[in-house]
């Protein structure tokens, strides 16, 4: 257990695992590694136990721990024992769902084969009904993705790299295509099976959650532009839920990988999920963000208001008259308070005041917009000297962090 949930901490592609609380005076519950949070459909939270199956591994790729090279213990479990552990947390209220995922046995089909057995034990022989995550193995056939769907909330490839150079550096047992197949496939039966679900009642659900991946940053040096452009193709191109990016741990050593001691690109991290948020719900299109003449997310501010301070021309915004895109893009204001200002301002004008208690931040948004109040704070700054002046306030928690990573697992 303590191995296969050790290896397990590397794949962020279920939310942030990352309490080390201990039960002291006899409390109740203790969160530690195996236990980690996610999100369902619905918005809940859940909480999961995350395990390999095994952490054995016939490939080598170089950035992971279970590298068949890699000199460390070896475990696995059998299929009975990830049913047994499930059901006897889920029992004791520990966990209210499983991730699973794997090294790789011996091929794609006999590792899988296992994780859909567990998922199907689960659910057939002992009417579990919580959440559970397959990782997919890379290259398994159509026939046990399909199964998978059955019995799973979620299933996910893994892409690794964010580009196929990066994955034949330091994945060469891999290949892009073997990850796409299945997506694609899962892509096609979700559709298919959503439509039969709204034509027949009883028609089994098939992985309700949809699918995700994740990509890997930090180990190859593709650019934010090309990490961006490959989650837009993903998210376009196989209707993907969530793209995760993980920030590389360099804990191995091999002349294809930053050195030990480089920092975890922790805030490069949470820069490409604002991208992406920004990609997802607030209309940007990936080349406003990241382009040829801009490659690079600006580290030091938001990719909302990095675009903003690129593209003075369109401020400021008059709150009271603009449509919701261009509220949206206004720094400062997020998707909630952008349609409370649409609901509120048709009852009255409204006045910084009347925006600070919609949500809105003012310290960023007061340089971009004109509202019912006279003041208008953008006076004649320039996109520069509006970023000084927020990063001069800026209390942000990454510029304390940037060189030390975040205690996520
Ligand atoms: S296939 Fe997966 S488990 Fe095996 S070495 Fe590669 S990343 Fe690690």
Redesign the pocket.
Known sequence: MNILADAAKYDVSCASSGSKRKNENKGLGNASNGICHSYTEDGRCVSLLKILLTNH?I???AY?V???NNDIKRAAFTVQEVVDLTINFYRRNYIEGLFLSS??FKDADYTMERLVRVAKKLRTEHNFNGYIHLKSIPGASDELMREAGLYADRLSVNL?MPTEAGLKLL?PD?NRQDMINPMSFLKKEIIQRTEEKKLFKNAPMFAPAGQSTQVIIGATPESDQQVLQSANYFYKNFNLKRVYYSGYVPVLIDKRLPALNTAVPMVRENRLYQADWLMRFYGFHVNEIVNQQQPLLDLDIDPKLGWAIRNMQAFPVDINKADLQMILRVPGIGLLSAQKIVSARKFAKLSWEQLKKIGVAINRARYFIICKSNEFERRDLTGNNIKQFILAESKSKYIKNTQTQLNLF
Do not use: Q, Y
């Open positions: 591994c490939f080598d790729c992971c279970s590298r068949k090294g790789i690794e994945a891999k």
